[in-house]
């Protein structure tokens, strides 16, 4: 039934939760699991008097974390009975990165966590979950 699934992590419990029934799902089915992580960038901004600087992270700092992110979701999805699992790091912005990797690997599933660390911007621009449920031209499942 669902022999390529993609479940999307930001490491946060929402996408833990989806990890585990994705990682299910792909056992009952025999399929394929593969993770992805949208690497977002981050930066400091010191203000100093009238002058703000922005400092961004270093990339090699935002691939490790993006590694370890992966490296535990990967972890989660074999505890769950995944056998075979693969990752991603993303770059852009989340759901539209999302939905082109779902189409590049012709996904019969994606799972996604209903809330991230995303909530802030979710409130402001929607979150990635509910723009997955808006454009994505297979199923998804979202995970509360």
Request: charged share 15%; hydrophobic share 50%; proline share 2%.
């Amino acid at each position: 039934m669902f022999s390529r699934i993609l479940v999307c992590t930001d490491g946060s419990d929402h996408a833990a939760a989806a990890l585990r029934i994705a990682a299910g799902l792909a056992h009952l089915c025999q399929g394929d699991l593969q993770i992805v992580h949208v690497a977002q960038v981050h930066g400091d901004a010191v203000a100093g008097g009238a002058d703000v600087i922005y400092m961004p992270m270093d990339p090699a700092e935002v691939t490790a974390r993006a590694e370890a992110v992966l490296a535990d979701a990967s972890r989660i999805a074999t505890d769950a009975g995944a056998t075979a699992v693969t990752t991603h790091i993303l770059r852009g912005l989340a759901a539209d990165a999302i939905l082109e990797h779902a189409a590049t690997m012709q996904a019969d599933l994606i799972v996604a966590g209903r809330r991230g660390f995303g909530a802030i911007r979710g409130l402001l621009l929607g979150s990635v979950s509910q723009s997955l449920n808006v454009h994505a031209t297979c199923p998804v499942l979202t995970v509360q």
